[in-house]
């Protein structure tokens, strides 16, 4: 602690814990890319809101660049300090603070992981509904700063839709109370919204009231294999029409394979190109019957080759673990990733184009791809071929997603859907947001954080 | 016409529909309020986007103030010109644009009238859910200005969730096209979100993407009589856990007797204090039962005096007319309106404390209040006594609004749940948002709109 800014804030937080070991420096300061350098200043672990508070102010008076940091499972570098940046951690504020049990909301510190607030809420009997892969270590502050999206985003939406009320500390190191758990309240510009999916780069959440809904009605899952791609859309018309889905997610049958030598077991003989793992409500003998009359009507179209439906807990688990697997099969790989999305009704239409430029632009290497279909959201992961330097791979990769922006520009899409722009993408936001939008953005962050000190460099350039 | 500045518009828009005549400028130039005598300069009635786009450069130019304006059935001013505004009405910009079946989504220009919307929605077989009184004359426009709640908040949210994409021209003159209609969509700060109730502050909607929702199953509609305010939270408490909540809207008995007279058909004989109209699902014998069965103990217990169900459609509209008609039966005395929320668990001790204070300082006035008891929404209506001026009749009804915003203050609540703030609750604001908000506020403003054009004085004082 021999930087006399950390003398400085040590002297102002004397009870403040600061790590500087390196490889504390190494572990805090990148997330799930693993592709810069982690190079914080130091690891700051404040225990409320007012050591928050205090250490952006003394940020901005000593001109020093926070990056604030949840669970860093982030997948677009939004969390990376690797150019001697403090890292605020949010770990040690991971408590429950309160249930309401009228309200039916959760209060929550930021560092609170996901899976700890599913618990807490199907212990009073509810739900919170924002769920995926990530859940047993992202926090629910990392959710919030990405809107994360997930599995269920079909049925329930993305975590903005969940979030009551916002405690937060603004770049200018003022504590925002922003909307306190109400419903209804048309009282000016609604910043908890706006601070959803800034990527930490306006404010830091300190606390967090969350909404939670009644557990959905029992449901069921099924697993489908697809002989094309343009089964897909008829499928998922099909049972959208006639089911209450809670998810409806596919994959190929590259994914399969990763997911199946990672351990997973073999739900379907033989070999398809697509599958789909759907859940969707089956309270009643009715919803049940729909479901299979659904799955007869697609067989008989031959939407659908074959397909099984789970018979028990376990085996819905084993049906869902092959779509979930399908990204920690893949990490020992360090995949190069997009996350891209359109509108539905866009999805088949972007999805040939898609295919065809990464075939054409990809001739060596493996590309796995699945997602959210309902969504319209896609995630694209390339495996690096063996005897590709990394640094040209990451090239080649950059190059193609700058055509692949294009193809989501011509089709209105995003360049990001749920893991945010961060350093990854920052290249390509033009492509999903105008010119005249990023200045508005720019804006905005200056009245936020006038001194620039919160994640700069991510999102977009620094000043 | 004789303005250089209208002129100068004329100049650069010779097909632009300008109205100028005494009576088009008082029609235009106010809203529900009547209180603020209309001045416009005159009124734009523009044809497209392009046309709006080329008035707010126009008024950038020359600094000409811009009223943006829907059906003007707001409640707290936002839509006032009374000061030389140019009103810029969307009233010709009121077709539907598309219908996309896949997305299940409307787009439409901002002049659309609610109850087209819904009946656009409904001619699909789907639902566009955001319903209250004004249906039949507000603007799509204006409810996304304010963030309009209304009757069904407590199954389907407000306004900001059913918006999938806006097309703004904002203060600054630029054409934004925010989210297209994409379900995720993590790029950057969502700005569609910070438009959705910024009162024509920031920009000017030309264009909306709505989703659409399924129809509700069958439902049933229920009148409720109720001996004390105490049995209130206990009936929602009760029929919220064993029913699935459509609505769950509550009066008193003097809104009873305004409706009455206004031609309403009793539908419970005897007096009572407090009346509930709720409506739920009754999709199966096991809803229908259950809701009997919540009503039967409610009366066991006590909360419940009496009660009648509606047994058609007729008679399910004529319990709704009993809570629907009560602003229109009030329209003719102009009362003074307060709408206010608080937290569902902070309504009981809001409720005893407000009663004790409207009480107290409007010894004379008759106050009827009603609201949105599920969603913490509470409207206040308070009649002018005969013989008091109205000038001291406001005085003394701002003065009371002094008292109550510091009453909600103390609650965590909103002193706008669902009218905005606009000209009429701007003296109030700092009892909801912090001055560090306000402060945020108005510099997001200075970026959205720099020379400060847009609706001035609305929201805030004008700089």
Chains 1, 2 share one sequence.
């Not at 500087?20 to 572990?27: C, G």
């Not at 697809?226 to 018309?237: K, S, Y």
């Not at 009704?345 to 279909?373: C, D, K, N, T």
Request: hydrophobic residues 45%; aromatic residues 6%.
């Amino acid at each position: 602690m021999s930087d006399p800014r950390l003398a400085e804030l040590s002297r102002r937080l004397p009870a403040l814990r600061l790590l500087a070991t390196a490889a504390e420096l190494e572990h805090y300061g990148r997330d799930w890319t693993r592709r810069w350098t982690p190079a914080p200043l130091a690891i700051a672990l404040p225990a409320g809101a007012e050591e928050v508070q205090a250490i952006v102010r003394w940020a901005n008076e000593l001109r020093v660049a926070i990056v604030p940091s949840g669970g860093r499972t982030g997948l677009s570098g939004g969390a990376v300090a690797a150019n001697g940046e403090l890292v605020l951690s949010l770990q040690r504020m991971n408590r429950l603070l309160d249930f309401n049990a009228v309200d039916r909301t959760l209060t929550v510190q930021p560092g609170m992981v996901l899976q700890h607030v599913h618990d807490a809420a199907r212990e009073h009997g509810l739900l919170y509904p924002v769920d995926f892969a990530a859940r047993g270590s992202c926090s629910i502050g990392g959710n919030i700063a990405t809107n994360a999206g997930g599995i269920r985003v079909i049925r329930y939406g993305n975590t903005r839709e969940w979030i009551a009320g916002l405690k937060v500390v603004a770049g200018n190191g003022e504590l925002l109370d922003l909307n306190r758990g109400l419903i209804k309240n048309s009282s000016g510009y609604d910043f908890r919204q706006l601070l959803i999916g800034s990527e930490g780069t306006l404010g830091i959440v300190v606390e967090a009231t969350l909404k939670l809904t009644n557990p959905p009605p029992p449901s069921q899952v099924m697993l489908l294999a697809l002989p094309d791609m343009d089964a897909l859309m008829q499928v998922f018309a099909l049972f959208r029409a006639r089911l209450v889905l809670q998810a409806f997610e596919f994959f190929t049958d590259h994914a399969l394979r990763h997911v199946l030598a990672h351990g997973a077991q073999r739900a379907i003989d033989g070999d398809y190109p697509y599958y789909v793992v759907c859940e969707f409500d089956a309270a009643d003998e009715r919803q049940q019957e729909a479901a299979l009359s659904a799955f007869e009507r697609a067989l008989e179209q031959g939407w659908v080759s074959d397909g099984v439906i789970a018979q028990s807990e376990a085996q819905a688990a084993a049906l869902w673990r092959l779509r979930e697997g399908i990204t920690e099969s893949l990490a020992p790989r360090r995949p190069y990733k997009n996350d891209v999305s359109v509108r539905v009704s866009a999805v088949p239409a972007f999805l040939h184009e898609m295919q065809a430029l990464l075939a054409r632009e990809y001739p060596q290497a493996e590309v796995v791809w699945f997602g959210h279909i309902g969504d319209g959201n896609l995630h694209i992961n390339v495996l690096r071929p063996d005897g590709l330097a990394e640094d040209a791979f990451i090239a080649q990769c950059e190059h193609v997603t700058t055509l692949l922006a294009a193809t989501l520009q011509r089709h209105g899409g995003s360049i990001s859907a749920e893991h945010g722009i961060g350093l990854v993408k920052r290249a390509y936001l033009e492509s999903t947001r105008s010119a005249a939008e990023i200045a508005l953005m720019r804006g905005v962050r200056q009245v936020f954080d006038p001194n620039g000190i919160l994640n700069p460099g991510k999102l977009f350039a620094a000043d």
